[in-house]
């Protein structure tokens, strides 16, 4: 039990009672990690289409981002990863909180590389700062929404008096 709620409450508010918001917090971020790997596999997948399928071998590009082998690989893991997050909460807090220290590192390397224009392997561009920033965006959000109580803490509601 969380330190503020240990002992006695006080007399002002013995009629509230504490309410996880785990519960339905979970399963909402099952549906939002389960649509992250969703577009990250297609998106993937989509990048390994367009290398097999290019004669060139280069790939497609998506919104200016070069979708090498490398990095629809990575793609591709990333939704594999999100989809077994689907699975347990404990996963699910390690991959969104792994992933979005991880996509803040890309995001820089990502940028140093754009600048000196030197795309590397995982076709590190100006556009591809956007990818990387999504991901980010989408992983501390689900990090956030699997972690309710520990983030914002639990919720009060009243008691129900049957006297009333």
Known sequence: MARDTRGPLPPETDDLRRVSLN???WRQARRLLA???VLTSLLGVAGLIGVMVDDRHEGWRVLGVPLTVSLSVVLLLIGCAAALACTRRQAAK????TMSAAT??????????AVHHDPGPLGFTAPAILLWTALFCWSIASAMWVMPDQIQGPDWVSRRRSDR
């Open 23 to 25: 519960p339905p917090h």
């Open 35 to 37: 649509a992250g790997a």
């Open 104 to 113: 803040v590192a890309v995001m820089i390397i990502c940028g140093v590389a």
């Open 94 to 97: 390690i991959f969104t909180l």
